[in-house]
């Protein structure tokens, strides 16, 4: 119904019969109630936000979006729930300038970590300026973004490696055959004594060569796509694997270890030995925060659908500008580290199907969760 009529009616309201009015009024409600239903049924939130921050109006969706329920905030201030989102300064600029508002986005973590989008503009209603605010949650995009760059750092990084191991490569292949030809002409010395001494030296170096050979190898292999290996078992037995043999450095330095497993930890499509290298990493990462005599704590659950594997440490915790940064390759807050082991545990998570996070407080610990899809997925009812 439009507007114009609707003032029309009201201004007529004393000359109209009764069974009229009734008649439009039945009208009015019923398109009100469609309206309210409209609003209500789509995916975008929206706001009216008056003086002092009041809430006017807000549909399920922003309420969903924001936490707070709608009915027991209606008139109060929403100045707790929109801080840091700017919008006191929207309802004190002047109308005039509210055509040069632009969109805006915000990270919130309550009532769930998520990215959202809104668009402020002004709604004039009986000469009061009010605020309406259109939220879209855009957390899937922001992901999927933060995902290809990670995608197109890893490939860089991937190209680089390449050069450098061709690089390497090649003068390792060369002094491998120049020592093999060494020891050629050392089985000729007259001198037995200088032969031997000779010999130990070439020895040595061609040790030393196969070690870099192999540090090169297992660099690249971390580095490269590799396509796991999936068979169906119980990460609990990684787990234990990976705990085992960290088991004497652990003790050497009398870091405290904290082992939460459940009694029957369901399967999951893993490869041993890639899942292996992420734990490794992990509980690396935690003994390098802890000091001598700290705590680590390796906890597993489970749901419907994933079984999570979480590493605890009391360290000194994640700068906050390195938080978001940590699987991006070369950020490291290790003095001699690399910034690439985190990188590779992402990797190979994600090639499991899975999704790894980090948390962290600074001066209370840092802890990682790798979650992998359970190998059956059960059927849970919802409730109407």
Known sequence: MRQGFFDKFVSRLGRIDAPVAEAHIAELARERGFLEELFQSIDEGLLVIGAGMRLLYANRAAARMVGFDPEERRGKSLARHLRDWGVEALLCAQVGDWAQIQTREVELA??????????????????????LLILRDVTRERHAEETALADERLAAVRTLAAGVAHEIGNPLNALTIHLQLLN???????????????????????????????????????????????????????????????APDLARRGIT???????????????????????????????????????????????????????????????????????????????????????????????????????????EGTCFTVRLPRAERRVRALTE
């Open 110 to 131: 309550y009532p769930e970590r998520r990215v959202v989008a809104f668009y402020a503009r002004p709604v004039a209603y009986e000469g009061r300026a009010e605020l």
């Open 184 to 246: 050629r002409e050392l089985r000729d010395l007259p001198d037995p004594t200088r032969r031997d001494a000779l010999q130990g030296l070439a020895t040595v170096a061609e040790r030393e060569v196969a070690r870099l050979d192999g540090i090169l190898r297992r660099f690249l292999a971390a580095i490269r796509p590799a396509k796991p290996n999936l068979t169906r078992g119980n990460v609990c037995d990684v787990v234990d694997a990976t705990l085992r043999l960290l």
């Open 257 to 363: 270890l904290e082992r939460a497993v459940p009694d029957a930890v369901p399967d999951v499509f893993l490869d041993a030995q890639q899942l292996e290298q992420v734990f490794f990493n992990l509980v690396r990462n935690a003994m390098d925060a802890v000091p001598d005599g700290g705590r680590i704590g390796v906890t597993l659950t489970y749901d419907d659908t994933t079984v999570s594997v979480s590493v605890l440490d009391n360290g000194s915790g994640i700068p906050p500008e390195l938080l978001a940064r940590v699987f991006e390759p070369y950020v490291t807050t290790k003095e001699k580290g690399n910034g690439l082991g985190l990188m590779i545990v992402r990797r190979i998570v994600q090639a499991h199907g899975g999704a790894v996070s980090c948390a962290s407080h600074a001066g």
